[in-house]
């Protein structure tokens, strides 16, 4: 894992829209973009914090699983298209964390959808809540935008912000 001294808090990669993930009318399946999401946040973990979950998963018997979500759907995403995933850990607490996700038009920055999911940190041996080791409480404290507790802006007011916005590309 990263040392967390000075780390990125916005992590981005680009995706391409696969045919299989459309529906009839060629747009992204409402569906799949959650598996957008989640590829592209486990992909930036690792590449960017040197954290693979699934090794982690291995070493401590611990993983986060999906605990809530809400996604708006600001504009179509379309087959073959190649869009911007930007993610980031808003908040977190012992047990919990916090992830936002904004699919991104590459060319002008504008948010096409908007994720927030909540992941519980369990134990996979014992099947209750675990409470995040040290040296990750570090790494948190370090990439999260908001930090340690509950925001208290909701969904819907995030999505307002972000939907009459740019965002930087």
């Known amino acids: 894992m990263q040392e967390a ?27 799949r973009y959650i598996d957008y999401f989640m590829n592209a946040r486990e992909d930036q973990l690792r590449d960017n914090y040197q954290l693979d979950i699934y090794a982690h998963m291995q070493q401590t018997g611990n993983v986060w699983v999906v605990a809530s979500s809400q996604v708006a759907y600001l504009q179509e995403v379309k087959m073959n298209e190649e869009v911007i995933v930007r993610t980031n850990l808003r908040w977190f607490t012992e047990s919990d964390l916090f992830m936002e996700g904004m699919m991104l038009d590459p060319d002008i920055g504008r948010v096409k959808a908007v ?42 007011q995030r999505v307002k912000e972000l939907r009459s916005s740019s965002v930087e590309v």
């Open 5 to 31: 001294t000075s780390i990125a808090k916005q992590l981005e990669s680009k995706a391409r829209i696969r045919f299989e993930d459309c529906d009839p009318f060629g747009h992204l399946n409402n569906g």
């Open 115 to 156: 994720v927030w999911l909540r992941f519980a940190y369990l134990n996979v041996r014992k099947s209750v809540k675990a409470s995040h080791e040290p040296q990750l409480m570090e790494l948190f404290r370090a990439a999260a935008v908001i930090g340690n507790g509950r925001p208290d802006q909701y969904f819907e």
